[in-house]
């Protein structure tokens, strides 16, 4: 994967935890773009589905235990959430999926 950059400042953007700040120390934000493609949308999409699969299928396996313990379903959420934010992060890595004021070099 290739790293990203910060287009006002140069620096290099880190990812902590999975997930992609919201802005850099120089005051730019990093939002979605508004204006991509239908065929990038779909590209997205599809890396989406591919990337969150395992973890889906993890779940419809053991989902005897998670209609038993609320806590396993919790963490099974929470489970969700984070990959969810790995995959937007390794997608925008790809460049599959664009965000304003990141440079991918």
């Not at 299928?57 to 313990?69: A, H, M, P, Q, T």
């Amino acid at each position: 994967m290739k790293k990203i950059y910060c287009k006002k400042c140069g620096r290099e953007i880190k990812i902590k935890f999975g997930k992609i700040p919201d802005r850099c120390s120089c005051g730019a934000e990093f939002d979605d773009e508004k204006d991509g493609n239908r065929k990038e949308l779909i590209r997205y999409f599809l890396f989406l589905a591919v990337f969150m699969a395992p973890f889906f299928f993890l779940i419809y396996v053991v989902r005897g235990y998670l209609e038993e313990s609320n806590l396993l379903y919790f963490f099974a959420l929470v489970g969700v959430v984070v990959w969810f934010r790995v995959s937007e992060s390794a997608a925008v890595c790809l460049g599959l999926m664009r965000k304003r004021n990141i440079e991918r070099k």
